[in-house]
Every structure is written in C-alpha cells, then in structure tokens.
C-alpha cells in the first residue's frame, strides 16, 4: 500500500486521479505508466488519501468534482476525497484565479502543525507536488530557510519551499516520508533540501516530470552524438492552452521552466550547441494538447548538414500523470529501503532537472534501464 | 594499418573515399563517425588498396575521377586507385547504366582465383560492400551455394553472394579477411555465410547500413516503449533523388529493403504495431538529399491520444560514409581477435538488419554503449 | 428543392447524408461547406430520395443503419432510405467485401430499364456517385459505349460509366438530370459523354472532388508561381486507412487517382516541375483521418534555395461531404438554368480534374470567386 | 530608366543589389521577381545610384564591399556605389553596432536639405527604406510631425519618419519621388503621411514587405475561408540568425513586427481566430534561413477536425530583395502615371500591412491579379 497525498488538484493532479482509479478498476490499461505493473508494489496498491489546493472554486470540492473539469469520465471512486486548503504563497498571483490559503489565518508554523496532523490522521507516505509553476530563490543554508519560515516571512517563500519543508517535518515525526517534485522549483536540486531530507528520513524526487519535448530532444541529441555528428542548431517551440501554459506567460515563473529545459543540450552533447528552448505561447483553444516544434541543423560526414524537424500534438497533464504513477510506489520502495535524500536512478529518468545539483542529464534510453535496476527489475536491453 | 576494397564505387563509395582523405590530411573534422578517433587503430590508418565496380563509365577510371560525379573537393590521393572490374551478377539489369562484369569473359570460378590474386597483391584485409541494390534468394546450404559457382549459374547467384564468397575463399588463403555487407542482401543473417566465415577466417558485418529514418525510428520507438505508449500506427516515407533510389523503383529490390526496415517495430515495441515503412519514390531534384516523413500517432496515460512527425532533409552517403570509417577498424579488430563468423555487438550499432539471423534490433542508444565496450572503449553512459 | 441520389453509400455517402441531415435540422453549423447558406436553393431544400449500393451487408438496408458505422450520431431521419441495389460491374472486385448487383440477374439494358422506373418514382434530380475508385478505359465513341450496353459487356464498363449512361438516358426521359461525378473515373473530361450529354438535357460535374493536400497543393503552388519562385522538387504522400485507401493499393486504380492529382502541377506553374504526387498507402489504424506529407523545394531570388513542408491530419470523408452539399444545389440550378453539358466554373473548384477534358486547373482560391459569381454570388475579394 | 536609392545596407539592400546586377549581367534568372520582366520598364533599366547607412562599419564603404559579408559572388559594379551616412535617430540603439548619424554634426533641417542635395545630384526617383525595424509613435498631425522637425526633437522621430518626410520635401522640389517602406514602421498606414504625399507629388508603398510565414498564411486562411472550415487555432513560430531577427528581440521593435503580423487573420476570415504569431527568437547559426513553423486546427464538415502543420526554411532576405525588383519599377510607374499618395493594389500583394489605414488584406492569390491590372499587364487567372 503507498498513501499519496496530491498538492495542486489541477489538470495533472486530476488526470492523476482519475486515470488511476480507472486503471485499478481493470477499465483502461496502464498506457503511459513506465514500469506498467511489473514492480512489487501494484498500481492497485496506490491510494490517494488527501488532495491540497488554494483555488476558492476547488477547496470544499470533492476531488471528483474537481476532476470532472478535466476528464469527462471520472470515477465516483474519487467522491470521497475532499480537497483541502494548503497555502497559498502567491503561487495564483496574477493569474484570473481566487486563491486562498491557510495563511491567511494562521501564521507558517502554525500551518505546518495544522498540516501535519491532517497527513497524520490520513497516514500520509507520498506526497506528489503539482502546484501551479513558481518563480522562486532558492535558500543558501538551513538557517535562512527556517528563518524565513518563524518570521512568517511570505513573501520569501514559495508554496513547494513551504510544503517541503513541512513534510520533512512530518517525515521525522512519523518516521519517513517522500515528496516528489514534479515542477521546476529547485528542491531535489537545492542542496539545503537534500541536506535536511536525510536528516528527516525524507525522500525526495525531482526537480520538473519529464514529459513532452525535452526527454524526446535528450534522445534525439543522444542519437546525434553517438553518431558524431555536430549539432549546429536547436529551436524548440512549445504552445498549449491549458492554465499552466497560462502561468509561464509570466516571465519569471517562465524562466524557472526554461533553465531546466536547457540544461539538456550541454549535459548529453558536451558542448553547449547554440539553442531556442523554451516554453513559448499560450493559445487558449489547443487545451491540454501542446503542439510542439523542434528543428536540428547538424553536420554528418565529409561536411554534409543535414535538418530534423519534429512537430507534435501531445497531451500534456497525461504524460506527467502516467509518470506519477510510478513515482509513488518507487517513493514508497525508497522509503522502506531508507533511501533519504534524493535518489538520482530515479530522477535521471523521470525529471527534466534530475537533483542532485551536481548530476547530470543521461540520454533517457538508458536513464530507464538504470532504473528499472535500482527498482529490482532486470533491464530490458542492458 | 588496414587495407580496404571498396566493392561498388557508387556514391556512398565516392564520398566514404573522399570524406576518409579529407579527414587523414586534417582538412575536416571526424563528424559522422561515431566512434571519432577513439579507437587504437586510427583513422588515418586506413588505406583504401582497391576499388571495384561494373559501370563501364567506373570501370579503368581513377576513385579521383569517379568521385568528383559526386563530391566538388575530392583529395588527389584517390588518383592512385583504379577502379577495377568486378563481377556483375545482373546488379544493374533495368537501370540505365551500361554494365560488363569480369563473368562475361570467363566462368565465376576463373574469376574468384582472377580477383583472390588482385586481392593479395593488393595485401586486402576489409572489404566494404557497397554495391546497388540486389533482389536476391538465400542459399539453404553450402552445397547449393557451392553448386551455383560450380555450374556458372549465373541467374542464382547476386554479386554481393559471390563476392562473400569469394572473400570467404580468400581469407582461407591468407589467413584472415573481413567482409563487410552495407547493403540489404541477407549475408550475415544467412547461417550458411555465416557458418563459411567462422570456417574460413573470415568475419562478416551486415546486412544493410543503419542511416537515415530506420535507426532514429528504432530509438523512437524504445523512447515510446519505455514510456509504455501503446503505438497505434507508424507511416514512414522516404524519397530521395541518387541512383540507390532510382534502383529501388523496382519491385524486387525494394522488397529487400522493406523487409530491413520494418523488422524493428516488432523487435523493438514488443508486438507489431501497424506500420508502412517503405522506400517510397524516386525523384531526382533530391539528389542525395533525400525527404523523410514519418508519422506515429500513440496512446498515452488515461487513453489520452499524442501524435508525432519527423521530417527531415538528410544527406544519404554520407550518413553510410561515416559508418564505414568506424566499421573498416572493427573489421580489422575482429581480424585481430580472431571473432570469425559475424560480431552482433558491432551488427546492431551499424546494421538495419543485424545478423546473425535469430538475433534482433534493440534501442540504437545502447547498442552504441555496448559496441563501445566490445570495441574496448569505455562506455558513456553505462 | 433538389432530389438527391447517392451512389455509393459508402464513407462519403454516409457523412454527406449524416451531415446534411443535421445542418437541416439545426444541429451543427455548415462547416466544410464552401457556399455556406448563401445560394437562393437552401441546405434545408436538399432531399435525400434514394441510395445504392452493391455491398450485400448494405443493400435491403436504411442508410441510417449503415451510415452508423461510419458516424456514430447519425439523425434518425435517415432511417426511412433504404439502400436499393445498383449495379456491380467489377467495382469492389479484389477488395474483400462481398458484392451483387442488378446485372447479376438482367442484361445491363434490362437494369437501366430498371434504375430509370425508380428514379421517376423518387423524382430524383441530381445523382452523386462516390462509389469505390475504378480502373477504367474511356470510351472513344458514344457508338463504342452504346455497343458496350447493347453486347451486355460487363467487362468493358465500369459502374460509373453505366451508371452516367443511364442518368443520361433517365434525363432524356424526364427532361432533366445532374451527374455529379466525385471519383476519378472519367466522364466530365470525356467528350463523348459531354456530347451525350448535351442531347440529353444532362448536367455533369467531375471529375474527382476537389479535397485534401490536391487543392491545397495547387494554390500553394500558385502562392509560388505568383512570386516567380522556381519549384524544383514537389513530394506528396497520402496515407489512409478507409476503404477507399484498401482500394488505392490496387495498382489500376491508383494509376487513375494519380493521373488526377498529377495534372495541377503544369497546369499552375506553366512548366512539369519534377514531382511525385500519389496516394500512397493503405494502414487501417488511421482511418478515415489521412496522413498527408508534402515537400517543396524552390529557387528564389538572388539563387536562394527555400523549402516548405506540410503536414496534416485532415478526415477525408467530410471534405468530399461538405463539398457534395454545394455541389447538388449547384446542379439543380445548372438544370435550371438548362446549361447542359458540363460547368467549368463548378468543375474547376469542386474538381480535382475540371473537365472537359481540355480545360485546366486554375488556383482554387480564384475558381472560387468565379463559382461564386456562375452561381449568382458575389465575389468576396474580387 | 528608374534610379534608386537604398536607405540600410543591410542584408536585404545588399541582396537586392546583388542579385539585381546578376539579373543585369544574364547571370542569373529574375526568380523571385513576382513580376519577371514583364513589366514596360525592364529590370535592366534599374539603376542604384545611392546608398545610406549609419553603421561605422558600412559609411564610407562601397556597396560592393559591405555586401561581400552577404554574399560571396557580388558583381564589381557595385563597387562604384558609395554608402553615405544617413541619419541615426536610435535606429541601432542596444544592437552591438556602432552608428552615427547626420544629426550628430547638424541639425535635423540640415540633414535634409544635405540629403537633399545628394539626391538631387544623384538624381533619384525612388528611395528603398529597409533600415532596421524600428519602435515608433504615429504621428496625428503634419504640424506635429514638422514641430518635431523643427524643434530638432530626435527622441519622437524615427529614422523611417524622418527620411519619408525629407523625400517628400524632396519630391515637391523635384517633381516627384516614390517612397517603398519595407519595414514595419507606419508610413502608408499614416493618414498624416499619405496627405503629405498627395500633396507633395509622393508616392509611397507600404509597410513592411510581405514576406515569409504571413502571406502564406494568408493565402492558407484564405483556402480554409472558401471551404468554410472554421478556424479553431493558429500558431506562428518564426526564428533566424540575421541581425533583424536580433533586432525584434527588443521587446518593443517586435510589437511593430507583430501587429503586421497578426492583422491577417481578421482581415481574411471575417474573425479574430485565436493567434499566436510573433516573430519569435534569434537563433545565429540559422542565420538568413530561418526556420517558420505553422499551426492551425480547423472544424471541417460533420464537425470534424482537422490540422495543419506548415514549416519551412526560407532565406529571409532574397524574399524581400526580390520584392523590391518589381517595386523599384512601380514606383516609377505610379510616378509616371501621377498616382499620388499610397497605391492599394501594389501594397495589398506586396506588403504585410497594406495602407492606407482603413485598407485590409486580401488573399494574395487575387491581390496578385489585381496589381498585375494595375500595373499594365494580364491578368493570368482572371
Ligand atoms: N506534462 C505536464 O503537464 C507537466 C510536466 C512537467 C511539470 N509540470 C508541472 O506540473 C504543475 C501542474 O501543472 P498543471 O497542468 O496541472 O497545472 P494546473 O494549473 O492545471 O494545476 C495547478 C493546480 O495547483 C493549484 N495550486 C496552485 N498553487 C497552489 C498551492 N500553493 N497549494 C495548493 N495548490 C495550489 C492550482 O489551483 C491548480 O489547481 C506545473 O507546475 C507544471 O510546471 C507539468
Ligand atoms: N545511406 C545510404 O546511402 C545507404 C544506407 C544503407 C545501405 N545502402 C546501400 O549502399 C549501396 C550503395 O548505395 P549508393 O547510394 O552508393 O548507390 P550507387 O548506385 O551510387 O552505387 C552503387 C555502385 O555499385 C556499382 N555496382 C553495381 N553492381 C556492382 C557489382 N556487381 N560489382 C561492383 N560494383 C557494382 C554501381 O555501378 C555503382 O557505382 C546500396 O545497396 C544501398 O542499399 C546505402
Ligand atoms: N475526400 C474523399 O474522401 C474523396 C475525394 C475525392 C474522391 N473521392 C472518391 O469518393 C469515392 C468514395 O469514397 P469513400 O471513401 O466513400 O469510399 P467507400 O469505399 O467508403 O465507399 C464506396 C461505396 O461505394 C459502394 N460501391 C462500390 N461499387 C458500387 C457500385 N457499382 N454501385 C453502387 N455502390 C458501389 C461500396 O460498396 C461502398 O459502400 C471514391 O471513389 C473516392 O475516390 C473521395
Ligand atoms: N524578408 C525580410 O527580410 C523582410 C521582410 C519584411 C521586412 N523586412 C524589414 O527590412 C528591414 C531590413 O532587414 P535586414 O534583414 O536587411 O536587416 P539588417 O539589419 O541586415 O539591415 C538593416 C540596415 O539598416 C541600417 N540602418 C539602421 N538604421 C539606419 C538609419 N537610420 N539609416 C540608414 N541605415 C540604417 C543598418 O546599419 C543595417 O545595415 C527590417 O526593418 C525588416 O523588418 C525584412
Ligand atoms: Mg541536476
Ligand atoms: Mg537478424
Ligand atoms: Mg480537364
Ligand atoms: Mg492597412
């Protein structure tokens, strides 16, 4: 059994859900899920046990409720989950939504006591952070991040700082839990996070779920350097029209997402081929499903360039929510093997920015066999 | 040092000799072969000691002079090389080139003792099969293979077969030879060739050069694989302007072809999505630079539908050429170590159809990585 | 009022008879259909009055019960058309679907005879034929073809040529007819059928609608003649998995869509600019969503070499579908109008192959205007 | 006999006096001259007699010397053309370029009586404005637009203004002049402009040259527009490597570029379609070529939806020079012929935004017959 707790019960946290319950009914098969059904832990073994958000229109719902924005068939199963009030810590600023958070009423501290006793009454494990996508600064030492927590300090802070912090809180009282970051705030990347997660028998996963254009572009610059052959160019336009594409209209959470994205290039080339990545546009009616762009100029033997020209209409929050299946039971395995810190097998496959800061992106073909390793499974092709 | 024969001075030959000199003298980096200069035997080790072809516009000519047809900046090494006459076996029947072969003056006996005595004069160790396009039919056995040469059959026999067999009769002789089969007869995936190798001292690589569409579908595909996306459909298209087109308009010898190309989908996905995967047409304005178009359309994680499109202009000798320049060393390193027979470590980084016959393709990524290890240099990401 | 006949209830059939019904009843807006409401003769005004069909899972039922499998909200008015059966002439032979037809049991006199009773009965004025793509041999006489009848030789006629041959003789009859030719068969560029044409009070549209990568093709290369940009190269691949792709994989067939397809590139840019434009293939999980890819390489100024690629997903029923809508109105006001023969300012719009037989393609985006003005439209831009 | 002058020797003015000599000399053909030499006044009758920019680097320079950096075959007699500075007003303002101007050594009256003489001596007819892109503030009124002027106010005049405003001075002189604003800045979109012309013997083409990705979109919109498919989505990616790609990356100059852009699509569908089309990076190593990505989503009958996907890599500057072949000669024409003001029918197919301001776009396709009829020539379609 793994418990999850879902922080953002948006479009991901709802295909999450919804896709989840379906499959442990037997009425869809596990398309999307990496690792299908094959680890020790079952997808039927995943329960999710509370949801967390600060949109006024979502907090009282049931997570049912919410879903059915988002899916227009939602399992009744996810009636009995009400969706709670996190905090806030300006993560809707800007945007056309009304958002309110504990906050507002209590100081920090008060709302992490508050917090952890509604994981604890919930026998919270896994807690998978989905929140809207944050400009941030991250915290040189220990010391400045709790400061800021006493001071009640609100503008220093963002709302994944505060949760992750919170939960290594609970994690040392209840002895283990794991949070998976699956945006771009740093955490498994912020050494200070790593850092206080081993001393709180915290796991974290992160930083930003791999999905769409950029694991694709790994593999194809994977595929490129492997046959020497000396990439001249990259431009990569993503537009989508769901409330995150939205959201990186706002210029700084905007480069939060770029500086994981290119991290890419120099990691698998080894050398910083001149490149365009970044998330580009918002475009109401394209939904959920982005249509991307991605064009390669490169130079083959005897001084030959040869083009690459990718487009593609992907469903974004699926391709997250499929990965999160995983992610929760490969926390929960982590947990039980005592694995604090963060876990690079893992990350390397599943995350854009695999923490720790120090570690490098590996062409995704092989970051999976790794993992499927460090999971207990045998490598399909090693 | 290893002395190579280029079996067919057609484009890939011209630009393989051309990009080689212009690499040897420093005038262009490496790109396009994957292995770069990493390997113990250098790149500009390799002497190009003959030349055969059957085009009588080839035949008596230099490499320089054939070469410049296809390159504006051929070295004045390749004046030195005269492009001697191979055997023609119907390699060129229907197309519009004039063709005579050594078979038109003497028996296919007569000629392999004529072409073993050039072939020691010359001190050749590896022989790179680049000739047009066959329709060809396997051999069942050494005997049925023998007999053809015996009775002069010369309807049984495609060039390519014989001159496997003639070099297998050479390396007997001389203690050692490397035959290496870039094009899509099936040779090391024929028990019978390659049971005559490891008798003969011979090694064999093959079949059919992995460039262009067919290796960058192999690593979408395990991309999608790894990711459990369920592949509902694979279109892929190719057209292309050289003469290798030009011959694949015909029914039979693009037969050979598709069945190269298509193997993937099953070894890869695991089951055999539908898929048209085809040479698809000629047309000449292209020259070298052919168009690809691929289409994969795919379920993902709650039945969410995601379509992907790959097109690209991609330059086709040369992606063969850089190939070669790795697969030349390889041969004389098998050589070395006495691996008769055919080495499915190099067979599945280089080759569409990678022998021996029961073996399989897997992700182009990590073939990379254990052909690496095999050719003793470290792996990258391993 | 127009009374329509379909021939051929197949996937065009289907959605043209699904579609129309519900623009009638207010349920969708007339997208995909080109005059919108604008003509004097309404969407409302056009009546379905019969149907035919030779599959034998299709004959003796409502064009409700058949339509269903290719839309799945088909309006019940549909329920009260029964599919009669038409005559066979060889249309699905090779394909695998059971066929039967009037011929099977009476002389093809006999079955003229036959049709021409019901249709009076209906008061059919327009007859649309989609029925499955034919090999065929075109009629150098109205002699040859009226031997053809008489001798009762089903090998030399196809369905659309009979089926044009009793319209006219229908027409004659009750002074009045339309033949509104959607597939690549011949009859609009046919001198002797728009000789008969003539005499018979016959209104005939062809050949071969007008939809997909042909037309837009076409006023993409007008965007480039336009701009004195020289077109080198055009590559154009289709891919479907309806029937009407399953029947293109037959070599005759296809030979008379691509002949179609072909003659826009010398009729719009004024010279044959190498090109290889065909259906291409046939893979099921597409459906009736084709896969269209299009490359075009040309010079512009100053030797700049430029190169475009289109891509789509485009539903190929519903195009041809939309256009049949304008098209059986546009008959019924020939008819009126007693402009017998064949229209070239319908032709050269809704036509893939405008016939007669010597006129030419023209940009689409200016055969519109003039349609419009034929039809008694205003011109929008002109 | 028409003589020119070029205002920016950039990239585009030395591609079109490159290729325009090439033309001259039988070098090479007049592709992407839309009008070829069709046109009473030959393109050997074009004659550059002036050139002026305000890069250090270029002032002083022949214009044979500063196109070399463009092309490397530029003809010898544009080394007799010397490139005279113009005046600055922050034209180059945060661009890595080092500029001077005029107004740095006199006032701004000066400046155009000096141009003035220059013109006069040089004897010129019609004047090309491709200077840097440009932000800018419309003027409400001649007297504000000469306030200005005369109060030396070089922070509320751009270079475009200033230069349109001293040729109109000019051409009340002279007798006549013709202004070709290629660039986005509003000039033939001014009414204060366009009075000042009548009035001034001026004529002015204009703005901004319609090049690349937006008339082709226009003629695509224009293709959905008579098929009545509604329009769901359109997403426009632009991204090259010459300097006026570097240039829109300064937010204001690329808000210039984008509602030229953007006004298409109302324009020529009836409604504002949701849009995203801006230009949208800088990429160096794509350098002249840059690389467009087009898509759109549309419903077509029956409510199905289809998608589109265009790219294309286009080499930027031949795509205007070539414009400008023809233009040069309208100019004259329209001088000619007395046609004061702004002339709609060369803007509406030449330029992206065409004036005067209450003017709308059309689809090319007719745009391009119109101006034919206007200048003389045939209609081909029409
Ligand atoms: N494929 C993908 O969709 C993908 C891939 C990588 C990362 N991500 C990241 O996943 C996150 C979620 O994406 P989405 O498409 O679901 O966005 P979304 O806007 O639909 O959902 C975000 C949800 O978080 C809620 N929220 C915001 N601040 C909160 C807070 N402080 N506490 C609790 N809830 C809060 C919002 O109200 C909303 O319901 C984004 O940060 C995005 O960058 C998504
Ligand atoms: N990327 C690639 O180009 C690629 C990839 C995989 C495989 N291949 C294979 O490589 C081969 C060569 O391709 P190419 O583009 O150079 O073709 P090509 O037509 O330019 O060259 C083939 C040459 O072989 C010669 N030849 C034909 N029969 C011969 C014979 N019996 N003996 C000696 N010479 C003979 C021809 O005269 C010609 O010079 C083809 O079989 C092709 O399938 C090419
Ligand atoms: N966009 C388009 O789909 C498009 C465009 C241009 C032309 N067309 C033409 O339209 C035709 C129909 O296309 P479709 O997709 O509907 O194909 P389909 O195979 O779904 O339908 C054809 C129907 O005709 C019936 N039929 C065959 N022979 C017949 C006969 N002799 N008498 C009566 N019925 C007969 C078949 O049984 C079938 O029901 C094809 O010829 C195709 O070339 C289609
Ligand atoms: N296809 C196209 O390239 C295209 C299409 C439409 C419009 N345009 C417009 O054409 C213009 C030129 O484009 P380009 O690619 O040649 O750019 P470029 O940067 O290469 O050239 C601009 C030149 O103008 C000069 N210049 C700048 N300010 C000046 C001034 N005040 N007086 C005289 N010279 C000045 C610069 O020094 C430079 O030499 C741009 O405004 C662009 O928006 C180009
Ligand atoms: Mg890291
Ligand atoms: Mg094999
Ligand atoms: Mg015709
Ligand atoms: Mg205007």
């Not at 006024?56 to 199963?77: I, L, M, T």
């Not at 706002?250 to 994205?261: F, G, L």
């Not at 999160?324 to 039980?336: E, N």
Request: charge should be negative.
């Amino acid at each position: 059994m793994v418990n999850v707790i879902i922080l953002g019960q948006g479009f991901v946290g709802s295909i999450f859900a919804s896709g989840l319950e379906k499959i442990k009914a037997g009425e869809i098969e596990p398309y999307g899920v990496p690792l299908r059904d094959e680890l020790q832990i079952k997808i039927k073994d995943i329960n999710i046990v509370g949801s967390y958000d600060v949109d006024v229109n979502k907090v009282g719902k049931s997570v049912y409720d919410v879903a059915k924005h988002y899916d227009n068939n939602v399992p009744e199963s996810l009636k009995d989950i009400e969706v709670k009030k996190g905090v806030h810590l300006n993560s809707l600023k800007n945007l056309p939504i009304k958002a309110e958070g504990l906050e507002d009423k209590m100081s920090l501290e008060d709302a992490i006591n508050h917090l952890i006793d509604e994981w604890k009454e919930a026998k919270a494990e896994v807690f998978i952070n989905v929140c809207t996508t944050e400009a941030f600064k991250t915290f040189n030492s220990r010391e400045e991040l709790e400061k800021a927590i006493k001071e009640n300090n609100k503008e220093r802070l963002t709302a994944t700082q505060f949760y992750a912090y919170a939960i290594s809180r609970y994690a040392k009282e209840v002895g283990g839990a794991c949070f998976i970051n699956a945006i771009p705030t740093l955490i498994a990347n912020d050494p200070t996070y790593v850092e206080l997660a081993k001393e709180s028998k915290m796991v974290i996963f992160g930083d930003d779920g791999a999905t769409g254009a950029t694991p694709l572009t790994a593999d194809l610059l994977a595929h490129l350097f492997q046959r020497n052959r000396y990439v001249l160019s990259i431009a990569q336009f993503n537009i989508g029209g769901n409330t995150d594409f939205l959201a990186l209209t706002d210029v700084d959470r905007n480069k939060s997402k770029e500086s994981t994205k290119s991290s890419i290039v120099e990691d698998i080339l080894g050398y910083n081929a001149p490149h365009f990545i970044k998330p580009t546009g918002y475009l109401e009616p394209l939904g959920d499903k982005k249509f991307i762009s991605l064009h390669i100029e490169y130079i083959s033997f005897n001084g030959a360039r040869d083009e690459l020209i990718v487009n593609g209409r992907i469903n974004d929050s699926p391709a997250l929510a499929g990965l999160l299946v995983d992610l929760s039971r490969l926390g929960k395995i982590a947990l039980d093997r005592k694995e604090y810190g963060t876990v690079y097998e893992v990350n390397a496959f599943y995350m854009k920015n695999p923490g720790p800061k120090e570690a490098k992106n590996i062409p995704r073909i092989i970051a999976y066999e790794k993992m499927r390793m460090w999971a207990g499974l045998k490598s399909i092709w090693l």
